[in-house]
């Protein structure tokens, strides 16, 4: 018999104003709340016109972006390619990347593997203004 978890996704903590991103929008996570072991959830409500302050990228972690409302950018490894409804953003773990919602916000769901440790690198400013 197989064990299962539901959740309300606004059930779960915006980490966004704790982190100094809170002029950005909103982030969830929910591995934790899921009780998953091997798989990652991010959840992003980003206001018009917003941009995450720093590129990141993993050393084994590759992620899958949907994006479900609005529309926006994603920076890949310096290549920037627009985003609607129904796309989706593939990053093997190496790649750097950011986004940045349009003028009409953007939301979007990021999957990925969990890794215990340190996997991100982070680099803030990767994305020069303009």
Do not use: Q
């Not at 980003?46 to 941009?51: D, E, I, T």
């Amino acid at each position: 018999m197989s064990t299962y978890t539901t959740y309300r996704l606004d059930d779960a903590e915006d980490i966004a104003p704790g982190h100094g991103l809170g002029e950005v929008g909103e982030i969830r996570f929910l591995r934790n709340a899921l009780g998953a072991e091997r798989i990652g959830m991010g959840h992003y409500r980003m206001k018009p016109g917003r941009r995450i302050a720093f590129g990141h990228r993993h050393g084994e972690s590759e992620e899958v972006y949907l994006v479900l409302e609005g529309s926006g950018r994603f920076n890949l490894d310096g290549e920037v390619v627009d985003v609607a409804p129904g796309d989706t953003v593939y990053c093997p773990a190496a790649t750097m990347r950011a986004w940045e919602a349009g003028d009409d916000g953007m939301v979007l769901v990021a999957f990925g593997a969990h890794t215990e440790g340190e996997d991100s690198h982070l680099e803030p400013g990767w994305w020069p203004e303009g």
